[in-house]
């Protein structure tokens, strides 16, 4: 088994020592910028403040650096990490290779892709998440640096421990759940529940489905599924979760995934959808040009959706719209460094 | 080893035009070449550093001996095809192969600010 080169290595170290500078040097810099022109002032004076920063060299370098430190991260032609990948197929097979014949695995070649699924390189990641058995390798190795102040799938875990907090879940559904970085935390805290996790991706299932070798886990399912339209039964779930799903999503599918959650839980089943939430004027320019940066074209939509409305419309009672912390602190009002605006989406199907 | 053909799903650039940040004409592509020389300035350095750990180790060098190292002809074409990558690497950048695209933003989303 090889493992990367070491100039690969170094590359994307640099690259994540970037990634830390931007986050914890530019972008508290920035605000303070913005925060020198815009004191607490209406709306009109936040956009004013806005379009004065969005002129600075500095803001101009801000925005450079998010697009590309993800870009080359990604798709260096020397060293970055599809390169990588390319050139190791015996690695890549290795890797997966406890997926082949796991009995916890259920793909679907047939199932139906979306248009935008095929088109779109979200996050950048080069021929999205489809298309090559290392996908999913490539995803996770990609994910070890968006969260710069905070533990590697901190807020999975601080997650789970949400979750587990609420009650003991016994039929749990995770949308979305890509890789498991989240259905392995509630797994691992729900030892008596049956946990399933769905995805359109094939490749990080399979990655999922090989993660579980490291367990001792025989109480989670990874399915090829679509969470439009996942197939199971009404009333099959007590919990449906997610985690940075809806944003990626078109307003219309977004609602959907509401519809369908509702359909799959039972009476007194709970949702818990974790995504982000722009409060205020500033964030919202913040998130509407890293929708752009980063190839995540729905989200601005998503950041304007009154989702009050759309789970009350979906069926849901107690909605609770809740600020989440991804590591301890993040939410305090003087925190310094980027983050994103994490946030809890929870509600009740009514008995 | 032989390498195996790239995917083109990953590694072909799609047909999208390329995202700006700079109000300076080029200034984007100036930028980009930066963070490529950044790139091989740091894999140089941290090459160099684990020889010099290395050499050290085994006690086969001191840094008077690199001074005065001379290539051989196998070396010295091994050095030049290192510095032709380098170069192009560099200077990707230039004609756009190296553009950062738009990924096809959705027109039914509101026209978002960057």
């Known amino acids: ?351 | 080893m032989t390498r195996p053909a790239p995917n083109p799903a990953k590694t072909a650039k799609r047909d999208e035009p390329e995202l700006t940040f700079f109000n300076a004409p080029g200034m984007d592509r100036m930028a980009q070449m930066l963070l490529v020389m950044a790139s091989e300035l740091h894999v140089l350095r941290d090459r160099v550093r684990c020889l010099e750990f290395m050499l050290a180790e085994q006690g086969q060098i001191d840094v008077a001996t690199l001074d005065r190292f001379q290539p051989t002809e196998e070396q010295a074409a091994t050095l030049a095809a290192e510095r032709d990558a380098f170069v192009a690497h560099l200077m990707d950048v230039l004609d756009g192969r190296a553009k950062s695209t738009s990924g096809r933003f959705p027109p039914h989303s509101p026209e978002p600010r960057t």
């Not at chain 1, 190795?141 to 587990?164: G, K, Y």
């Not at chain 1, 003991?168 to 392995?184: A, E």
């Not at chain 1, 998503?302 to 009672?317: K, Q, S």
Request: include cysteine.
């Open chain 1, 1 to 351: 088994m090889n493992a990367p080169v070491r100039a690969t290595v170094a590359f994307q170290e640099l690259i994540g020592s970037l990634r830390q500078h931007w986050a914890n040097q530019l972008y508290p810099a920035l605000h303070q910028r913005y925060s020198e022109i815009d004191r607490g002032g209406s709306p009109a004076m936040a956009d004013q403040a806005i379009a004065q920063v969005a002129e600075t060299p500095l803001y101009q370098w801000f925005a450079f650096i998010e697009r590309h430190y993800q870009r080359m991260k990604y798709s260096d032609p020397r060293w970055g990490l599809a390169a990588n990948f390319e050139s190791q197929p015996e690695w890549v097979r290795e890797r997966l290779a406890d997926a082949d014949a796991s009995p916890y695995l259920e793909l679907n070649a047939n199932l139906e892709i979306p248009d935008y699924y095929r088109e779109i390189d979200i996050h950048q990641h080069p021929g999205n998440l489809i298309g090559a058995d290392y996908d999913g390798l490539m995803y996770r190795a990609s994910a070890t640096s968006i969260h710069p102040n905070t533990r590697r799938f901190e807020a999975h875990e601080r997650f789970a421990d949400l979750v587990l907090a609420r009650r003991p879940f016994r039929s749990v559904l995770n949308m979305g759940c890509g890789f498991g970085k989240c259905t392995l935390p509630i797994a691992a805290r729900l030892p008596d529940a049956q946990v399933i996790g769905i995805d359109l991706s094939a490749p990080c299932l399979r990655l999922a489905a090989a993660s579980l070798a490291d367990t001792e886990f025989t109480h989670v399912r990874f399915a090829q599924r679509d969470a439009l339209r996942s197939g199971y039964a009404d009333g099959h779930f007590d919990l449906v979760t997610s985690t940075q799903l809806l944003h990626e999503l078109p307003v219309d599918d977004i609602r959907r995934v509401l519809r369908e959650s509702f359909r799959l839980l039972e009476p007194g089943g709970e949702v818990m959808h974790l995504d982000f939430r722009p409060r205020g004027r500033w964030m919202e320019f913040l998130l509407d040009g890293h929708a752009v940066r980063n190839n995540e074209g729905f989200m601005p939509a998503f950041n304007r959706l009154d989702m009050h409305e759309a789970l009350r419309e979906a069926g849901f009672v107690d909605i609770a719209i809740e600020a989440f912390a991804e590591t301890e602190g993040a939410t305090r009002a003087d925190w310094p460094y980027w983050r994103f605006p994490w946030t809890l989406f929870r509600a009740v199907k009514p008995l």
